[in-house]
């Protein structure tokens, strides 16, 4: 991928993507946060965590169908699928909240809706704190994107990601549009959605998990009577 240093958002996402420096960073921003929810806070850098574990695996080995994905996506900058990765997986987050409303009803109600639209919105503008890119329009397409194939369900639930990782490669900043791959797929499709698709399998819900840990072990710092309006 490009360079040899990670550019600034994928090098934020990766060093989150370790449970340890998430940990820490959750109990350094949470204890400093004034009147902003700590929940969300939390969930945000969670949302990012889980990206940057996302970009650190996009790999797979060379085989002899396809191009190592060192070589597929060495004009490609990581900050461009780190920022396309946020989206996907605050997304994924909300749903887990919702299905919480079945399967625990206590922590549905003790994030709420405001944590989950206001952890959305850190996380979208910390893309643009460390790239300098206001990614807002392409979150809210993107969001689009993904709820209505899940309405569609006519496909696997990763896919629509994975095709948009697919049209991300070559990208040179999150800035830059899609890019149009043609009527036929290259043949790193099928390593790269299969990577997406063992990521999903348990990833997202992994980082989902680990956040309402975190509200289950620091209560003091995540009190049920926060201010879900945001900021």
């Given at each position: 991928?490009?360079?040899?240093?990670?550019?600034?958002?994928?090098?934020?996402?990766?060093?989150?993507?370790?449970?340890?420096t998430?940990?820490?960073?959750?109990?350094?921003?949470?204890?400093?946060?004034?009147?902003?929810?700590?929940?969300?806070?939390?969930?945000s850098?969670?949302?990012?965590?889980?990206?940057?574990?996302?970009?650190?695996?996009?790999?797979?080995?060379?085989?002899?169908?396809?191009?190592?994905?060192?070589?597929?996506?060495?004009?490609?900058?990581?900050?461009?699928?780190?920022?396309?990765?946020?989206?996907?997986?605050?997304?994924?987050?909300?749903?887990?909240?919702?299905?919480?409303?079945?399967?625990?009803?206590?922590?549905?109600?003790?994030?709420?809706?405001?944590?989950?639209?206001?952890?959305?919105?850190?996380?979208?503008?910390?893309?643009?704190?460390?790239?300098g890119?206001?990614?807002?329009?392409?979150?809210?397409?993107?969001?689009?994107?993904?709820?209505?194939?899940?309405?569609?369900?006519?496909?696997?639930?990763?896919?629509?990601?994975?095709?948009?990782?697919?049209?991300?490669?070559?990208?040179?900043?999150?800035?830059?549009?899609?890019?149009?791959?043609?009527?036929?797929?290259?043949?790193?499709?099928?390593?790269?959605?299969?990577?997406?698709?063992i990521?999903?399998?348990?990833?997202?819900?992994?980082?989902?998990?680990?956040?309402?840990?975190?509200?289950?072990?620091?209560?003091?710092?995540?009190?049920?009577?926060?201010?879900?309006?945001?900021?």
């Amino acid at each position: 991928m490009e360079g040899s240093a990670a550019p600034p958002l994928t090098a934020f996402c990766t060093k989150l993507s370790a449970p340890e420096t998430l940990l820490g960073m959750v109990d350094r921003m949470t204890a400093e946060a004034g009147h902003v929810d700590n929940r969300a806070i939390a969930l945000s850098l969670t949302i990012m965590g889980a990206a940057g574990n996302f970009i650190s695996g996009l790999h797979w080995d060379a085989h002899p169908m396809w191009e190592g994905s060192d070589r597929y996506l060495r004009d490609t900058n990581n900050d461009a699928i780190a920022a396309e990765t946020i989206v996907w997986i605050a997304v994924l987050m909300g749903s887990f909240w919702l299905a919480d409303q079945r399967n625990d009803r206590e922590m549905f109600e003790r994030v709420g809706f405001g944590t989950v639209g206001t952890a959305d919105r850190i996380a979208v503008s910390m893309i643009e704190n460390l790239t300098g890119v206001d990614f807002t329009d392409h979150a809210v397409e993107r969001r689009k994107f993904y709820l209505q194939a899940e309405k569609e369900n006519t496909r696997p639930l990763f896919e629509p990601f994975a095709s948009i990782v697919l049209n991300s490669v070559g990208r040179g900043s999150p800035a830059d549009p899609l890019r149009s791959i043609g009527l036929l797929a290259p043949l790193e499709w099928t390593p790269l959605s299969a990577y997406v698709a063992i990521f999903f399998s348990t990833m997202p819900q992994g980082f989902y998990d680990t956040f309402k840990r975190m509200l289950q072990a620091w209560p003091e710092r995540f009190p049920d009577d926060e201010d879900e309006s945001g900021f």
